[in-house]
């Protein structure tokens, strides 16, 4: 079984990233990141939102979407994209161990290659404003890793 993790794919922001890795060291999940990136992963603002924590980030690097379920090779049912119309509530879904918590860039979510076959399966934060439409990356990978785990912490 793997380990869990939070999945970004082809995260565009460095602060982003360098906070939801800050994240994954606090909760001991992988960081699993999908190219192309917005930056470069050696960008300081990676390091800057991370802190002095980024040394300690279990980052696993993909080429592609493919490339990622190849080699990572996470079960079918420990997938969970999240976006903002996904048909199912974070706080309704009964997490696995090695869940793994998938995440797109920044300014268009997830693309077709990943969710292509998931209608039913995909994942939103419930927002009680109807004046937002999506929340921050690192806020909304951080709230979906507490729920995830809220029965192991």
Sequence with gaps: MTRP??????????????????TCVALDLDLCLVRPYGFEITDRNVRRAGLDYWKHVRLHEYDDWADFL????????????????GSQSA?????????HLVFGRETVGLGPEVLEGRSGGIVRLPMRS????????????????????????
């Design 5 to 22: 993790a939070i999945v970004l794919v082809q995260p565009e922001i460095a602060g982003n990233t360098g906070s939801v890795g800050r």
């Design 130 to 153: 109807p004046h937002i439409r999506s929340l921050n990356l690192a806020n909304a990978a951080t709230a979906a890793a507490y729920l995830a785990l809220r029965g192991a912490l």
């Design 70 to 85: 190849t080699r990572r090779a996470p079960r079918p049912e420990a997938l969970f994209p999240f976006e903002e119309y």
């Design 91 to 99: 706080y309704d879904v009964a997490f696995p161990p090695d869940f």
